[in-house]
């Protein structure tokens, strides 16, 4: 359980840094992946994408194609909001944030030097997400892997956390806005 019954906001906060952290290093926890949001075009996108780093900023970050939906909506609408839910603890999280995109800088290339070789594929595929096919194979070349043209590192810069305890009839929920060098956190009806 994040939220446990005697928690003061300074200790919910302290436990979920803890969670996110875990989840950036370990491929099995279930906040590994969560569902990031974004606005397009046509109205609001999802999709699921994978927390690879969460920094003492704090930031979350995520690796995608740069030729990606969600790449180009993110450059021209930065507002996000991404969700998470720890299914054992029976926590949702969701994160609202400024997306800061990197694709060809110095940011994008040092990640890029950490993915192994094998991970490198799903950056570099000759034909950009999104691209007709005749059939699905058809996707499944690549004659370009060690170029890191279309690698792209999002920084997720977050402004508001909303947590959600459930807890049977007595489900308890925190919003965290930033105060100076800190998070504050307040309790809002569930
Ligand atoms: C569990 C899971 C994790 C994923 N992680 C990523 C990711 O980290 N980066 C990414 O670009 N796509 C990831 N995807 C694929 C995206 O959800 C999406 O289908 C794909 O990137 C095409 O998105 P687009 O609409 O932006 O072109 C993941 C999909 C699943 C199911």
């Known amino acids: 359980m994040l939220i446990k019954p005697a928690y003061s906001p300074p200790e919910v906060w302290r436990d979920l840094v803890h969670e996110l952290k875990r989840a950036a290093r370990d491929r099995k926890h279930p906040m590994r992946s969560f569902v990031l949001s974004s606005q397009g075009p046509e109205g609001p996108d999802a999709c699921y994408v994978v927390l690879r780093h969460f920094t003492d900023e704090p930031a979350l970050l995520f690796y995608t194609d740069g030729r990606s939906a969600k790449y180009q909506n993110l450059q021209q609408e930065s507002h996000t909001c991404s969700v998470f839910y720890h299914p054992r603890q029976r926590f949702q999280l969701r994160c609202y944030a400024?997306?800061?995109?990197?694709?060809?800088?110095?940011?994008?290339?040092k990640?890029?030097?950490?993915?192994?070789?094998?991970?490198?594929?799903?950056?570099?595929?000759?034909?950009?997400?999104?691209?007709?096919?005749?059939?699905?194979?058809?996707?499944?070349?690549?004659?370009?892997?060690?170029?890191?043209?279309?690698?792209?590192?999002?920084?997720?810069?977050?402004?508001?956390?909303?947590?959600?305890?459930?807890?049977?009839?007595?489900?308890?929920?925190?919003?965290?806005?930033?105060?100076?060098?800190?998070w504050e956190g307040r309790w809002v009806a569930p």
Do not use: M
Not at 98 to 109: F, M, T, Y
Not at 138 to 159: K, N
């Open 98 to 109: 400024r997306a800061r995109c990197h694709q060809g800088d110095e940011r994008a290339q």
């Open 111 to 182: 990640y890029w030097q950490e993915v192994p070789a094998p991970g490198r594929k799903a950056y570099t595929p000759d034909y950009a997400p999104g691209t007709p096919l005749p059939a699905p194979e058809t996707a499944h070349q690549w004659s370009r892997l060690s170029d890191s043209q279309f690698f792209s590192v999002v920084e997720l810069l977050p402004y508001r956390w909303d947590v959600l305890q459930l807890d049977g009839g007595a489900h308890r929920r925190l919003i965290f806005t930033r105060a100076a060098n800190s």
